[in-house]
């Protein structure tokens, strides 16, 4: 029996635009199990990002208005007051941002910033703090965690500073790390030293891990689950090996049909549009379906619902049941 870690029930996370609020994320239902790695992939403008932020709090509220509930460990973070969520950030919910050098001090020596997750949630004395900081910089694969300790944000290569980020995030050791696009701006090389590194940690700590991607190669070597993200929903959620072999929703087949194979004679598939700003997103039937005009309107429904397709294996709205590209039917 899985056991849950997070519960995300009826996540509405909205932002002002020109006076009046429109939805990023827009009614999410989402369990996090212990020790496992979730996916959560879609395209840019999807709402993952703005999911990821909203669990923690870490959004400007003065813009942007959160509703719902996001349980951990029994308690509702959207609840809990600055005071009482800050007691919950760093030590038992870890952040990796995708751009680490706008997310480090540019002021602050790294093994500063650190020791600074560590006064606020350890009683370690100044040289236990410096300690557990070189022994994390050593961690994370830094060749010279001394020199990397006493060097400022700017004196580190690309894959240096997301190593340095992943050192703060997981300094205290949380029971869930959240990975939002953490090989972004790094070649394929770092990329993948970076993916091995988090694998590495995350069996060590037994940890949970929140990885927000966009790239399809990335999920099939990291995740035990994936959610698919689409226009502020959650169209798709399954194992990922049962997602890669039978994908249900029409645009998580698009996505898989867009990914090259290596045939030279292969014809990729091309997504039509892009995903629609906030001002425009259909309020009614399946958000992609303006994305697919070939497809006939009868098959989506006027308010989705989740179907299982198989054992934890869900799609949102019954338009996979009948779904084709232009033209040829899909198996």
């Known amino acids: 029996m899985k056991e849950n870690l997070l519960a995300i029930k009826n996540l509405r996370t909205s932002f002002r635009i020109e006076g009046k609020y429109y939805a990023a994320v827009d009614g999410v239902f989402l369990d996090i199990y212990k020790n496992e790695v979730f996916a959560l992939v879609g395209e840019s403008g999807s709402g993952k990002s703005a999911m990821a932020l909203s669990i923690t709090k870490l959004h400007n509220l003065n813009y942007t208005r959160i509703e719902g509930e996001v349980l951990f460990d029994g308690k509702d973070l959207i609840g809990m007051t600055e005071t009482e969520i800050n007691k919950v950030r760093g030590r038992h919910i870890g952040m990796i941002f995708q751009d680490p050098l706008s997310a480090l001090n540019p002021l602050l020596r790294v093994g500063s910033q650190i020791e600074e997750a560590l006064t606020y949630h350890t009683n370690l004395d100044a040289a236990g703090k410096k300690a557990r900081a070189l022994e ?55 990329q993948a030293q970076i993916l091995d590194l988090l694998r ?132």
């Not at 690309?158 to 939002?180: E, F, N, T, Y």
């Open 136 to 190: 994390l910089l050593h961690d994370v694969g830094m060749v010279n965690p001394q020199l990397t300790y006493s060097q400022l944000p700017h004196e580190l290569s690309g894959g240096m500073r997301q190593r340095a980020m992943i050192a703060i995030a997981l300094s205290c050791k949380p029971d869930l790390v959240i990975a939002d696009e953490p090989t972004t701006a790094l070649d394929v090389t770092i």
């Open 200 to 331: 590495k940690l995350q069996s060590e700590m037994k940890s949970s891990v929140i990885l927000i991607t966009h790239d399809l190669g990335v999920v099939a070597e990291m995740a035990d689950r994936v959610g698919v993200m689409y226009a502020g929903q959650i169209v798709e959620l399954a194992p990922v090996n049962e997602l890669f072999k039978n994908p249900q929703h029409p645009y998580t087949r698009s996505l898989l049909a867009s990914i090259p194979s290596g045939e030279s004679t292969e014809r990729l598939h091309v997504i039509q549009g892009t995903v629609p700003p906030l001002q425009h997103l259909p309020r009614t039937g399946c958000r992609f379906s303006h994305r697919t005009p070939w497809v006939s309107p009868e098959i989506h429904q006027e308010e989705p619902v989740y179907h299982e397709v198989t054992p934890e294996h869900f799609v949102l709205c019954s338009c996979y049941k009948d779904f084709t590209f232009e033209g040829q039917e899909v198996s």
